[in-house]
């Protein structure tokens, strides 16, 4: 049996939820227009959060607002 090939990542899709990520960067490519900074140049991402990234998706799709801000939210 053939192996299948690998689920191809999308870009507008934090890897970690599947929600829209909201990428100014993909919004642009998608309509052409010009988009202002993309929120994420202000967010803090935490090194184990991004160390919860698949390979695959290291670099090639953005992690959405609310994973971002759920990573740094203090644990109950």
């Known amino acids: 049996m053939p192996t299948p090939l690998p689920t191809p990542i999308d870009a507008t899709r934090c890897p970690l939820c ?3 990520n909201r990428c100014a960067v993909e919004i ?3 309509t052409g227009k010009p988009q202002p ?8 991402f935490t090194p184990e959060l991004l160390a919860r990234l698949p390979a ?3 670099r090639t799709a953005c992690i959405c607002q609310a994973c ?3 990573a740094l939210a203090p644990s109950s």
């Open 18 to 20: 599947g929600g829209d």
């Open 56 to 58: 695959a998706a290291r």
């Open 28 to 30: 642009e490519k998608a």
């Open 37 to 44: 900074p993309c929120w994420c140049v202000s967010e803090t």
């Open 68 to 70: 971002a801000r759920k």
